[in-house]
């Protein structure tokens, strides 16, 4: 496949993180605090995914998984920005596959809604400038 179908391809992955992290606002502006978390990770998933196909013209991996997209990419987050993807990663799992779901909406408040969706638009514009 030619290096233009794969930027097409790392363009429509990067337009669909800006559709989920837009409606991961939505989420937190509802009060539905837990799919606020869940939309970060995803929008961050699909940034992840639009930098794969962008800098190795690969269709990306058939994964969920933050940590592994980042290595696979061979890129080094400063340790604030890693810190915060992995703590995504294991948010991500928690509110994709939930145990329970009272204590779910227990752990996942305003304020940590917020400071999960403030940090993921800034490790979104990291990424785009990569």
Sequence with gaps: MMKENFLKISHE???????????????????????????CHLSMEKALKGLYSK?????????????????????????????FIDELNDQGVLTRYPNELSSLIKAYNKEKA?????????????????
Aim: net charge positive; no cysteine; proline share 4%.
């Design 114 to 130: 917020s400071r999960i969706l403030l940090n993921t638009k800034e490790v979104l514009k990291w990424i785009k400038k990569i």
């Design 55 to 83: 800098k190795l013209e690969l269709y990306p991996p058939k994964s969920h998984d933050l940590i592994y997209l980042i290595s696979k990419l061979g890129i080094k987050p400063e340790e604030n920005i890693g810190d």
């Design 13 to 39: 992955w990067f337009k669909q993180a800006d559709y989920d992290i837009k409606t991961a606002e939505a989420m937190f502006a509802a009060k539905k605090y837990i799919y606020t978390v869940f939309m």
